[in-house]
Nanobody, 115 residues
């Protein structure tokens, strides 16, 4: 069984920064793509950023230039550095990882951007 545990969410003022972490644990043989999604109230879950095992990245247009995704393969961990946060970034952020060929999700962490 594989678990994804997220951390790093919270309340931040507009223009501020947060760093999310997501660590995978359990019976792990391989991790392919890892990514972050978010879901705001009343909206569908959307991709924020993704990173392959080789380090190739992909970002939603709304976060390009502000967010950076990275991963530490030795720690089975993916990070999301979020800078210049805006109120519209407020959402529950979910970690996703393809582990052993199966899609796994974290429990979500709340990010609130408000003054």
């Amino acid at each position: 069984q594989v678990q994804l545990v997220e951390s790093g969410g919270g309340l931040v003022q507009p223009g501020g920064s947060l760093r999310l972490s997501c660590a995978a644990s359990g019976s792990i043989f391989s991790i392919n793509a890892m990514g972050w999604y978010r879901q705001a109230p009343g909206k569908q879950r959307e991709l924020v950023a993704a990173i392959t095992s080789g380090g190739s990245t992909n970002y939603a247009d709304s976060v390009k230039g502000r967010f950076t995704i990275s991963r530490d393969n030795a720690k089975n961990t993916v990070y999301l550095q979020m800078n210049s946060l805006k109120p519209e970034d407020t959402a529950v952020y979910y970690c996703e990882a393809i582990v052993n060929g199966y899609t796994n999700w974290g429990q979500g962490t709340q990010v609130t951007v408000s003054s």
